[in-house]
């Protein structure tokens, strides 16, 4: 009998902390319920501690998203506990997870710590736990690093306090698959707790390693994998989850492991992923990517024709690529919509539904055929936004080869409507020179350090989806944009860069390592 495996997803923590990817509640709330519907196990919603934004939003996810354990992150301070527990503690089923690094590097250079007080934190952050709950998981950071058998008294200290999932996290991505399936074995072995805990790992990126590392521990007795959607996270990201669930799914012969996940549901929350944290999926990303499933050479193309698994060993149908759109067009009504919206797992209030259906309204006049994509970039720009302080009312560019790119903007801003002119070198410069001029935030201290265009379908009359990212000081802001005319959709991704700033200023996020 194939044995489950127990996924876990931290795409709303670890994910988050991918530079500029963070997500308002909304959108986190929205990407929730979207990791329910893919049916992982755990979601790690967010880190409580970190900012008043993070809390409200593991809260509001632990009481939204029943059919999953919701924890969250929390170091060894009682402060931390407390603030994870009141976040998560309405949840269907709450986790608390600890974490404290175990390595000597990290003791002596981070934590200014013995291995001694390490131990007695261990155990009295976890006891401390244990008052609120009996689902707690002890987390070694940089376990992959740390001494094989100080890593062994940690985890001991762990179980005895009552940690009942032990993770071992190769943190910087540093470990060989053989080496860390060998750690895993020895510490379980060492333990010798296997009635009692799950063991869990969780692999960064660093080296390219992190699905074939997880994949080893699995092999050596983890029953709990940390995984995010596209790999997002802290530097070269986490183990996919799309990757690390494809390949037990395809190579059970030697991999006789199961997962609870809806596979159909992994292209959609990839695209919803991506959306969201404005982080584009490579073309030739493994599962996901535009190329994983198109075969180029002719000799392949004759292969699949006369065999599929020739040159195919997954479906796109395995992965829900297939999934017919329906299609909306300009003459369905307010029912066929709302339905629609429904069956992507949106409910929305009338007031927002009516802002979204004028917007699907005017889009359809513009495009011929309305797709789900469509929809998910009307609502991510109209209900998952946070609160705009600058809004867009009006923009008129003249461009080409014998202008002088010149943009005419107005911005509401507290109610007063403020309308500026300015030039560029092209018309997306002279436009945000214009924003620039109108929101005196940016002008000198701001940097643009990437821009880019995607269509969110095919075909010419397709919707622009524009991503920027600023920084200012050490904050790179994500802002995000759609329209069918570019220009535009370049203006609300900058105005919406330039929102999220604002708005960060206000709610500051506290660093934690
Ligand atoms: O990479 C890491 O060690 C972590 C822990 C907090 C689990 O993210
Ligand atoms: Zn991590």
Not at 422 to 445: E, L, S
Request: charged fraction near 25%; charge should be neutral.
């Amino acid at each position: 009998m194939a044995e489950r495996i127990i996924v876990f997803d931290t795409t709303l923590r670890d994910g988050e902390q991918s530079p500029g990817a963070s997500m308002n509640k909304a959108e986190k709330l929205r990407l929730a319920r979207q990791l329910e519907k893919l049916k992982v196990d755990v979601i790690e919603a967010g880190f409580p501690v970190a900012s008043q934004g993070d809390f409200e939003a593991v809260a509001l996810i632990a009481k939204e998203v029943r059919g999953l354990t919701v924890t969250a992150l929390s170091r060894t301070e009682k402060t931390d506990i407390d603030r994870a527990w009141e976040a998560v503690k309405e949840g269907a089923n709450p986790r608390l997870h600890i974490f404290i690094a175990t390595s000597d590097l990290h003791l002596k250079y981070k934590l200014k710590k013995s291995r001694k007080e390490v131990l007695e934190i261990i155990n009295k952050s976890v006891s401390y736990a244990s008052r609120y709950t009996s689902n707690i998981e002890f987390s070694a950071e940089d376990g992959s690093r740390t001494d094989p058998n100080f890593l062994v008294q940690a985890v001991r200290a762990a179980v005895k306090a009552g940690a009942t999932t032990i993770n071992i996290p190769d943190t910087v991505g540093y470990a060989l698959p053989e080496e860390l399936g060998e750690r895993i074995r020895f510490v379980r072995e060492q333990v010798e707790a296997d009635d009692r805990v799950v063991w869990s790992v969780h692999c960064h990126n660093d080296l390219g390693l992190a699905v074939a590392n997880s994949l080893s521990a699995i092999q050596n007795g983890a029953r709990q994998v940390e995984v995010t959607i596209n790999g997002i996270g802290e530097r070269a990201g986490n183990t996919s989850l799309e990757e690390l669930v494809m390949a037990l799914h395809t190579r059970k012969d030697l991999m006789p492991f199961t997962t609870g996940i809806e596979t159909k549901q992994i292209y959609h929350t990839s695209r919803l992923v991506s959306r969201i944290t404005g982080l584009v999926v490579p073309a030739n990303k493994a599962v996901v990517g535009a190329n994983a499933f198109a075969h180029e050479s002719g000799i392949h193309q004759d292969g699949v024709l006369k065999k599929r698994t020739t040159y195919e060993i997954m479906t796109p149908k395995d992965v829900g690529l297939d999934q017919s759109v329906l299609v909306l067009g300009k003459h369905s009504g307010r029912h066929a919509f709302q339905d629609r919206l429904k069956e992507l797992g949106y409910v929305l209030n009338p007031e927002d539904l009516k802002k979204v259906f004028e917007r699907f309204k005017e889009l359809a006049d513009k495009k011929k055929e309305v797709v789900n994509e469509d929809i998910e970039a009307l609502i991510a720009d109209e209900i998952l936004m946070i609160p705009d302080t600058y809004k867009l009312v009006y923009i008129s560019v003249i461009s080409g080869n014998m202008a002088v790119p010149t943009a005419t903007v107005q911005i509401e801003i507290n109610g007063e409507i403020i309308q500026k002119a300015g030039f560029g070198v092209g018309p997306i410069d002279a436009t945000f020179n214009t924003i620039n001029k109108i929101i005196k935030t940016c002008t000198k201290v701001c940097n643009l350090v990437s821009f880019s265009v995607n269509a969110i379908t095919g075909g010419t009359d397709a919707q622009g989806q524009v991503t920027v990212r600023i920084q200012q000081g050490s904050k790179v802001i994500l802002g995000k944009g759609s329209d069918s005319d570019i220009i535009t959709a370049s203006a609300k991704a900058y105005l919406n860069a330039l929102n999220r700033l604002d708005y960060l200023k206000k709610n500051p996020i506290k660093s934690w390592s």
